[in-house]
């Protein structure tokens, strides 16, 4: 099986799940703790790499919380120094989005959000239901497979097209609470 993390940017190439994605997660968030300091209030693995037995693009989703966006222009300097790209493509007013590797082998996706945010707490959300839920993982399997089939070389669409899925899970697990 390969494990190697990374991918080219915008193609859509689901791996099986593989151990080695859970080790490179952890050997991210040492080295943003160290780099980021302080400014890192809490670092989650997220997106399908965080879950055992889901096909995935093998890039590694990180979720960062800090107190407050603002501290982006202090970030930021760091980040790039240390190889990750700021992606204004993938931020908005909730989260900013950096990447790393070459357009040829992005290896992570870096999620930066406030803690607390609507961000931080639905992909948290997410991720510790399908943790939890064996039949979801092969309906999200199963979905992310024909979606990928469909538009290997659309990103755009192929994460368009689980949005629906990810609303449902989120929605019934916050009516359950």
């Not at 693995?45 to 407050?68: E, R, Y």
């Not at 982006?72 to 790393?100: C, H, M, T, W």
């Not at 943790?131 to 979606?147: C, W």
């Not at 089939?149 to 669409?157: G, L, N």
């Amino acid at each position: 099986m390969d494990n190697k993390i990374g991918l080219k940017r915008g193609a859509v190439v689901l791996k099986q799940h593989h151990q080695e994605w859970a080790r490179a997660f952890e050997v991210e968030k040492e080295f943003l703790q160290n780099l980021l300091g302080s400014f890192a209030l809490e670092i989650e693995h997220i997106g399908s790499t965080a879950v055992q037995g889901l096909a995935a693009k093998p890039i590694i989703d990180i979720l960062l919380a800090v107190k407050s966006l603002a501290y982006i222009s202090d970030i930021r300097p760091l980040l790039e120094r240390a190889g990750y790209e700021y992606r204004k493509n993938g931020s908005d007013g909730a989260q900013v989005l950096f990447v790393k590797g070459p357009e040829e082998q992005r290896t992570h996706y870096l999620h930066i959000t406030e803690v607390g945010s609507s961000v931080w707490e639905n992909d948290i959300v997410f991720r510790n239901y399908l943790r939890t839920h064996p039949k979801s993982i092969e309906e999200y399997t199963k979905l992310k497979e024909n979606l990928a089939s469909q538009y290997a070389d659309k990103r755009e669409q192929y994460t368009a097209g689980k949005k629906d899925f990810i609303k449902k899970i989120i929605d019934e697990v916050r009516r359950r609470n």
